[in-house]
C-alpha cells in the first residue's frame, strides 16, 4: 500500500512540482509523442511511443517510460526527473540496481482548462503486469469512468457523493462545481490512492469514507451522487473494483433503490449499471420494477447487450484469466451460473434519477446503442427539465406553446427512386443524443415551421388547411407526437437554451 509518508503536504509539494515542472500533463505528452503514439497508448500498444522517445533522457520522456509505459528507467534519469528518495520511500517507485520501475501508475488527466494527476495500480496489458491483477487492485481511469464523466450533470451544488471512487476520477470533476465532495469505497487501498490523486492534483475540497455503498453516509443528503460500482455480474466475487459480492445485478437494483434517500430534492444520481436479461422477462420491465418504488423521475438508457459467453469472455480478460491453465474452467464456471439464473444477456448502460419531487414520475427505458456526442450532461439535464415542463401542460396548452426546431437537426427522407412521396421522413439530430426519430408529413411539416413564433396549433390549422384535412381532427392527432418531439429534444419550448 503506498505509505502516507507520501502525504506529507511538502513531500506531495514536491512531487507535484516536479511534474509540472517535466510537462507531464495531458498536452505535454500529446505533444511529446505526437497523435499517432499518443493514440496507441490507448489501445496499450506502446511500440510507436517507445520509438518516439529513443534516445530522450529527459524529464517528460522519463516520465512517460516509467508511468505510461510502465518500462524501467536508468537510475540517474530517474533521480533527476523526481524527489527519488521519497518516492521511493512512499512506494510510488522501486530501484533494481542500476533500473528504477514504477509501482503504481501516476497518470495525467483534466479538463479543458486545469491540470490533474490520477494515482492507480499499473494496468495489465501495458507491461507492467501479466495475468490476474492483486484483489485490491484500484483500477485507472478507462471508458467506464470517462463515460460517466462525460453523461454527469455539472451545475453547482453544495454536496456530492462519489459512491464507489476508485482512484478518484468523478471527484475531480465534482470537486469543480460542488462545494464539498465525500468520496467513499470500501478498498481502503483505494481511498489511500484517492487521497495521494487529490493531493497531486491540489484539490481540497474532497473528503474520504471507508464503507459498502450507503452505510458511510446514512445520515447524510447529497444534491448529487455518482457511481461507477462494481457492476460485473460474476459467479465469484474475485476483484473489489469490479465484483460486488452479490447475487446478479442486486448491487445495481440496491443503488437505484437507496438513492433517493439519500438525495436532496432536486437531486440527481447517475450511475453506470448492468443489468441481466432474464429467460421470459421483458429486461424494459425488469428496470421499470427496479425505478417504481423510488419516486423519482428516471432515465435509462442500455447502450450495449453481450450473450453470456461474450460476457464472460470480457471480464476473464479483464483479470488476465486467458493467459491462465484456470481459464477454461473459470469460463464453464461463468455459463453454468447464468444458466442457473436463466441469464440470456447482459445489458450495460447508465441510470439516472431525479429527485422532481412530482406524483407522476417520468420514468424511461430505452436501448440506443448508436454513437453519441459527449459531454452529454446537459443533455441529460435538459432531457429531465423537458419532462418536467410536459407532465404540466395538457393538450390544450402544450398547442398553445410556440416551440422552435432544436439546432442541427436534419430531415432524410427514404424511398423507391422517382417516387412522388417518401416512404418515411426521419429527423435527425447532429448533437447530443444524435437520436432519429421517424415522423409523417405532418410531424415533419410540424418541425419544419417550428421557429418560435408561431403557437403548435397556429401551425398544425395552417397544415390542415394545406392538406385539405379537417382542423379539429388534425388537432386532436397531433398532441402525441408533438409530445415525443419535445421530449426527445427534437423541439424546444420557448426560452430554452
Given at each position: 500500500?503506498?505509505?502516507?509518508?507520501?502525504?506529507?503536504?511538502?513531500?506531495?509539494?514536491?512531487?507535484?512540482?516536479?511534474?509540472?515542472?517535466?510537462?507531464?500533463?495531458?498536452?505535454?505528452?500529446?505533444?511529446?509523442?505526437?497523435?499517432?503514439?499518443?493514440?496507441?497508448?490507448?489501445?496499450?500498444?506502446?511500440?510507436?511511443?517507445?520509438?518516439?522517445?529513443?534516445?530522450?533522457?529527459?524529464?517528460?520522456?522519463?516520465?512517460?517510460?516509467?508511468?505510461?509505459?510502465?518500462?524501467?528507467?536508468?537510475?540517474?534519469?530517474?533521480?533527476?526527473?523526481?524527489?527519488?528518495?521519497?518516492?521511493?520511500?512512499?512506494?510510488?517507485?522501486?530501484?533494481?540496481?542500476?533500473?528504477?520501475?514504477?509501482?503504481?501508475?501516476?497518470?495525467?488527466?483534466?479538463?479543458?482548462?486545469?491540470?490533474?494527476?490520477?494515482?492507480?495500480?499499473?494496468?495489465?496489458?501495458?507491461?507492467?503486469?501479466?495475468?490476474?491483477?492483486?484483489?485490491?487492485?484500484?483500477?485507472?481511469?478507462?471508458?467506464?469512468?470517462?463515460?460517466?464523466?462525460?453523461?454527469?450533470?455539472?451545475?453547482?451544488?453544495?454536496?456530492?457523493?462519489?459512491?464507489?471512487?476508485?482512484?478518484?476520477?468523478?471527484?475531480?470533476?465534482?470537486?469543480?462545481?460542488?462545494?464539498?465532495?465525500?468520496?467513499?469505497?470500501?478498498?481502503?487501498?483505494?481511498?489511500?490512492?484517492?487521497?495521494?490523486?487529490?493531493?497531486?492534483?491540489?484539490?481540497?475540497?474532497?473528503?474520504?469514507?471507508?464503507?459498502?455503498?450507503?452505510?458511510?453516509?446514512?445520515?447524510?443528503?447529497?444534491?448529487?451522487?455518482?457511481?461507477?460500482?462494481?457492476?460485473?455480474?460474476?459467479?465469484?466475487?474475485?476483484?473489489?473494483?469490479?465484483?460486488?459480492?452479490?447475487?446478479?445485478?442486486?448491487?445495481?437494483?440496491?443503488?437505484?433503490?437507496?438513492?433517493?434517500?439519500?438525495?436532496?430534492?432536486?437531486?440527481?444520481?447517475?450511475?453506470?449499471?448492468?443489468?441481466?436479461?432474464?429467460?421470459?422477462?421483458?429486461?424494459?420491465?425488469?428496470?421499470?420494477?427496479?425505478?417504481?418504488?423510488?419516486?423519482?423521475?428516471?432515465?435509462?438508457?442500455?447502450?450495449?447487450?453481450?450473450?453470456?459467453?461474450?460476457?464472460?469472455?470480457?471480464?476473464?480478460?479483464?483479470?488476465?484469466?486467458?493467459?491462465?491453465?484456470?481459464?477454461?474452467?473459470?469460463?464453464?464456471?461463468?455459463?453454468?451460473?447464468?444458466?442457473?439464473?436463466?441469464?440470456?444477456?447482459?445489458?450495460?448502460?447508465?441510470?439516472?434519477?431525479?429527485?422532481?419531487?412530482?406524483?407522476?414520475?417520468?420514468?424511461?427505458?430505452?436501448?440506443?446503442?448508436?454513437?453519441?456526442?459527449?459531454?452529454?450532461?446537459?443533455?441529460?439535464?435538459?432531457?429531465?427539465?423537458?419532462?418536467?415542463?410536459?407532465?404540466?401542460?395538457?393538450?390544450?396548452?402544450?398547442?398553445?406553446?410556440?416551440?422552435?426546431?432544436?439546432?442541427?437537426?436534419?430531415?432524410?427522407?427514404?424511398?423507391?427512386?422517382?417516387?412522388?412521396?417518401?416512404?418515411?421522413?426521419?429527423?435527425?439530430?447532429?448533437?447530443?443524443?444524435?437520436?432519429?426519430?421517424?415522423?409523417?408529413?405532418?410531424?415533419?411539416?410540424?418541425?419544419?415551421?417550428?421557429?418560435?413564433?408561431?403557437t403548435a396549433g397556429a401551425i398544425v390549422d395552417a397544415i390542415a388547411e394545406l392538406l385539405g384535412e379537417n382542423r379539429t381532427v388534425l388537432r386532436d392527432a397531433v398532441p402525441g407526437p408533438l409530445r415525443s418531439l419535445v421530449a426527445d429534444g427534437f423541439l424546444l419550448f420557448p426560452g430554452a437554451p
Open positions: 500500500m503506498v505509505s502516507v509518508t507520501m502525504h506529507d503536504s511538502s513531500q506531495v509539494a514536491r512531487l507535484r512540482a516536479a511534474l509540472a515542472d517535466a510537462d507531464y500533463t495531458v498536452d505535454g505528452c500529446l505533444d511529446a509523442l505526437g497523435s499517432q503514439a499518443y493514440g496507441a497508448l490507448s489501445r496499450s500498444e506502446t511500440v510507436p511511443a517507445l520509438r518516439t522517445l529513443r534516445g530522450d533522457g529527459g524529464p517528460l520522456a522519463t516520465l512517460i517510460r516509467l508511468f505510461l509505459l510502465q518500462t524501467s528507467v536508468p537510475y540517474a534519469q530517474a533521480r533527476a526527473a523526481l524527489p527519488f528518495d521519497e518516492a521511493v520511500a512512499g512506494e510510488l517507485l522501486v530501484r533494481d540496481g542500476d533500473d528504477v520501475r514504477a509501482v503504481v501508475d501516476i497518470r495525467p488527466y483534466g479538463e479543458a482548462d486545469t491540470d490533474w494527476w490520477v494515482v492507480s495500480d499499473l494496468g495489465s496489458g501495458i507491461g507492467g503486469v501479466s495475468g490476474p491483477v492483486r484483489t485490491d487492485h484500484v483500477l485507472g481511469i478507462g471508458g467506464a469512468s470517462t463515460t460517466l464523466a462525460g453523461i454527469t450533470v455539472r451545475g453547482p451544488v453544495d454536496r456530492a457523493l462519489d459512491l464507489g471512487t476508485g482512484c478518484g476520477v468523478q471527484a475531480l470533476h465534482a470537486s469543480r462545481h460542488a462545494r464539498a465532495v465525500t468520496a467513499t469505497d470500501v478498498n481502503r487501498r483505494a481511498l489511500d490512492l484517492t487521497r495521494l490523486t487529490m493531493a497531486l492534483s491540489g484539490v481540497s475540497n474532497v473528503g474520504l469514507a471507508e464503507g459498502s455503498l450507503f452505510e458511510p453516509v446514512e445520515d447524510e443528503a447529497f444534491d448529487l451522487i455518482v457511481s461507477n460500482p462494481p457492476f460485473v455480474i460474476s459467479p465469484k466475487g474475485r476483484f473489489t473494483y469490479r465484483d460486488g459480492g452479490l447475487p446478479g445485478d442486486e448491487i445495481c437494483r440496491r443503488l437505484v433503490a437507496q438513492a433517493p434517500d439519500r438525495l436532496n430534492d432536486g437531486g440527481f444520481c447517475q450511475l453506470l449499471a448492468n443489468w441481466q436479461h432474464v429467460k421470459g422477462e421483458d429486461w424494459q420491465d425488469r428496470l421499470r420494477d427496479w425505478l417504481a418504488p423510488t419516486g423519482c423521475d428516471a432515465w435509462v438508457v442500455q447502450r450495449e447487450v453481450q450473450d453470456p459467453a461474450q460476457y464472460a469472455e470480457l471480464w476473464l480478460r479483464d483479470a488476465g484469466d486467458h493467459q491462465s491453465a484456470e481459464y477454461a474452467a473459470r469460463y464453464d464456471a461463468w455459463l453454468d451460473a447464468f444458466e442457473q439464473d436463466g441469464v440470456e444477456g447482459v445489458g450495460f448502460g447508465w441510470i439516472t434519477l431525479h429527485k422532481s419531487g412530482s406524483e407522476r414520475p417520468a420514468v424511461h427505458v430505452e436501448e440506443w446503442p448508436h454513437a453519441v456526442e459527449q459531454p452529454l450532461g446537459d443533455t441529460i439535464a435538459e432531457w429531465f427539465g423537458r419532462q418536467d415542463r410536459l407532465r404540466d401542460l395538457d393538450d390544450a396548452a402544450l398547442l398553445e406553446t410556440a416551440f422552435r426546431l432544436a439546432p442541427a437537426v436534419l430531415q432524410e427522407q427514404t424511398g423507391q427512386p422517382g417516387a412522388e412521396d417518401p416512404e418515411y421522413v426521419v429527423l435527425r439530430q447532429q448533437r447530443g443524443m444524435c437520436r432519429a426519430d421517424r415522423v409523417d408529413t405532418v410531424g415533419a411539416a410540424l418541425a419544419g415551421a417550428s421557429d418560435g413564433r408561431l
